[in-house]
T-cell receptor, first 115, second 114 residues
Framework: DVKVTQSSRYLVKRTGEKVFLECVQD?????MFWYRQDPGLGLRLIYF???????EKGDIPEGYSVSREKKERFSLILESASTNQTSMYLC??????????????FGPGTRLTVT | RKEVEQDPGPFNVPEGATVAFNCTYS??????FFWYRQDCRKEPKLLMS???SGNEDGRFTAQLNRASQYISLLIRDSKLSDSATYLC???????????????FGAGTRLAVHP
């Protein structure tokens, strides 16, 4: 059974703080993703990675950076948190194989509040 | 215009009812379509793929209408456990090895009551 874990379920940070969100998957997936989910907007892709040390911008990368030093771990960094980054953050992973790459496995999410 | 649009609902239905959701997509070149399910305060999970000829999985039927650019999900004999948000997902390009970008709709909420 695929397991994607995220370091925190709930997080409260102050404006201007540096925030680290960690994600770990145990299925040896090549692809990993970070999304944010907001009411009425659905899931929006922030960054993804298809290999160790590789990263690609998604649709809303501004204000975020990522790090993938090991295959199983993908970190999202908010360099200077702002109130408009208050959201639910979801990590996901998937195989890179053609016939399997469409199924993404999600972690439980981190609800981040920036005050 | 959003790439993938869904009626947010909620759809409130009694147990045993049949309910259907539609989802429209804007990119006519889109190739692959899926429904994900997200329970309250949980992560999304793949429910089923949507094939051109339509497909069934138990009480769930998914259909694709390329001419009108929409997909649908029909749930028959609704159960209390079907209460969730149903996310429409579109891949706007042909599937390829490596990475395929998923475009998520905002979801349709279903509430099944006794």
């Amino acid at each position: 059974d695929v397991k994607v874990t995220q370091s925190s379920r709930y997080l409260v940070k102050r404006t201007g703080e540096k925030v680290f969100l960690e994600c770990v998957q145990d299925m040896d997936h090549e692809n990993m993703f970070w999304y944010r989910q907001d009411p009425g907007l659905g899931l929006r892709l922030i960054y993804f990675s298809y290999d160790v040390k590789m990263k690609e911008k998604g649709d809303i990368p501004e204000g975020y950076s990522v790090s993938r030093e090991k295959k199983e771990r993908f970190s999202l960094i908010l360099e200077s948190a702002s109130t408009n980054q208050t959201s639910m953050y979801l990590c996901a992973s998937s195989f890179a194989l053609y016939e399997l790459s469409y199924e993404q496995y999600f972690g439980p999410g981190t609800r981040l509040t920036v005050t | 215009r959003k790439e993938v649009e869904q009626d947010p609902g909620p759809f409130n239905v009694p147990e045993g009812a049949t309910v259907a959701f539609n989802c429209t997509y804007s990119n006519s070149a889109s190739q692959s379509f899926f429904w994900y399910r997200q329970d309250c305060r949980k992560e999304p999970k793949l429910l089923m793929s949507v094939y051109s000829s339509g497909n069934e999985d138990g009480r769930f039927t998914a259909q694709l209408n390329r001419a009108s650019q929409y997909i649908s999900l029909l749930i028959r004999d609704s159960k209390l456990s079907d209460s969730a948000t149903y996310l429409c997902v579109v891949i706007p390009t042909a599937l390829s090895g490596g990475y395929n970008k998923l475009i998520f709709g905002a979801g349709t909420r279903l509430a099944v009551h006794p």
